[in-house]
């Protein structure tokens, strides 16, 4: 598992990518989660998550969303428990082994779920034909247990409504389609309200009229059009199937090494203190 070691920058802070991805702030980063496992007072609830563990629990239901999506509902350890983490907090999910490899997959989810819910949170999953993750899941049945580690600090929701804090958040969207747009509404409410936040959708096709969004892939143009320049204080982050991470970013060499960066944000001249992969 790879943590962030570097502190993040104070400016524009960005999200790029696809599927699931998290925007950290400096200041938050790095500090352990106020509720984590084992560290509670006598009149919290019991929490389930723990960010030095691996932990099994139990999927008690699955809903189909879309063609390509799934809803994961999992029990946690009584009725009475909570997750165990801060607001928009992701966490890490442990998958299948990977054929000539020597570890298993480990993608971050942010579940779906509020931090005071009991009994049970939910993961949203897309699967893509190259998802080693997404397949393994899509593998799986009600009764089946998959492990889980954290919470890990992801603070959108958390950040914006900080009136003294000047950071800028972008987010380039790419789908499919518009009905494979996950969270949609809430992301749109979130650039309402706040002046500092922007999203961008794009989407390989789309019958729907009007569009004024991207279509096609994620290009050169777009990143310049809806992206901050590589300056001191930018923090892209990227996420997304792999042939959109070698097309973006350049994917990781492996879960413990960034690797370098490479394709459309290395010809934009970003380097690798300024771009964190998933």
């Known amino acids: 598992m790879h943590r962030l070691s570097r502190p993040l920058a104070r400016g524009s802070v960005v999200l790029a990518g696809a599927t699931a991805a998290g925007v950290m702030r400096r200041d938050v980063q790095q500090q352990q989660p106020a509720h984590c496992a084992g560290s509670r007072d006598r009149s919290s609830p019991p929490t389930s998550f723990d960010p030095n563990e691996w932990r099994s629990f139990e999927i008690e239901n699955i809903f189909p969303l879309s063609h390509n999506t799934r809803l994961f509902r999992l029990k946690l350890p009584s009725p009475s428990h909570v997750m165990g983490i801060d607001v928009s907090s992701t966490i890490m999910v442990q998958g299948g082994e990977v054929e000539g490899a020597k570890s298993r997959t480990i993608r971050p989810y942010t579940p779906t779920t509020g931090p005071e819910t009991k009994g049970f949170f939910d993961l949203i999953v897309k699967k893509y034909p190259e998802g080693s993750m997404s397949t393994y899941l899509f593998k799986l049945d009600i009764g089946d247990k998959i492990k889980v580690m954290g919470p890990f600090p992801k603070v959108l929701e958390a950040a914006l409504p900080l009136k003294d804090d000047d950071t800028e958040f972008s987010l380039v969207y790419a789908n499919i389609s518009p009905e494979d747009i996950l969270l949609k509404d809430r992301l749109d409410d979130l650039a309402d309200r706040y002046h500092n936040f922007k999203v961008y959708y794009v989407v390989e096709k789309t019958e729907q009229t009007p569009w004024d969004e991207g279509v096609g892939y994620v290009n050169s143009d777009m990143i310049d059009r809806k992206l901050p320049p590589p300056e001191p204080g930018t923090l892209?982050?990227?996420?997304?199937?792999?042939?959109?991470?070698?097309?973006?970013?350049?994917?990781?060499?492996?879960?413990?090494?960034?690797?370098?960066?490479?394709?459309?944000?290395?010809?934009?001249?970003?380097?690798?203190s300024m771009v964190y992969k998933y």
């Open 236 to 272: 892209i982050m990227v996420c997304g199937p792999p042939g959109m991470m070698r097309a973006v970013c350049g994917e990781k060499s492996s879960p413990d090494n960034q690797g370098r960066v490479t394709g459309l944000l290395a010809k934009r001249g970003f380097r690798s």
